[in-house]
């Protein structure tokens, strides 16, 4: 059996950009990403993808083009999620924590947002990602749910 990724982004011609796994864990640490990441590859993610996410409501890990083909290796960068989770205003359960679904659902209009701005990004974590050339990867490109690569 192939295993999917939660949220997949394709340029115009179908290619993958970037794949997103949410994973709601409190306290969610580098290492459990790359354990994360490295369990898709393992399981069946197959296909080259230049940029690869793991995301919690209160972080996520980004691994760039350079480390595509790695397993086991730590993401090239940590930064906060609390920012997309206030600006897209998503009540919490009693815990204080999303339901995966409704984190997934989050991400996924986040990141729909970015594939579709064109306008100067000027906030956390958009300026990370832009320096680490995720933002302009995603520009233009379409949004895929549920996606086995």
Same mark, same amino acid.
């Given at each position: 059996m192939r295993r999917g990724t939660d949220i997949l982004v394709v340029d115009e011609r179908d290619t !993958? *950009?970037?794949?997103i796994e949410v994973k709601n864990r409190a306290n969610l640490s580098a290492s459990e990403?790359?354990?994360i990441r490295r369990n898709l590859f393992t399981h069946g993610l197959s296909g !080259? *993808?230049?940029?690869f996410l793991v995301v919690s409501q209160d972080v996520g890990y980004l691994w760039g083009p350079t480390k595509r083909d790695a397993v086991g290796v730590d993401p090239d960068l940590r930064f906060p999620m609390s920012p997309v989770v206030a600006r897209y205003a998503v009540?919490?359960?009693?815990?204080?924590r999303l339901m995966e679904s409704q984190l997934e659902?989050?991400?996924s209009s986040w990141i729909q947002e970015l594939t579709g701005s064109m306008s100067p990004i000027e906030d956390e974590p958009e300026l990370s990602l832009e320096r680490a050339g995720l933002t302009s990867a995603l520009r233009r490109g379409r949004v895929v749910t549920e996606a086995v690569l």
């Open positions: !993958p *950009v970037a794949a990403a790359s354990g !080259p *993808v230049d940029y009540e919490p359960s009693a815990s204080g659902l989050l991400v």
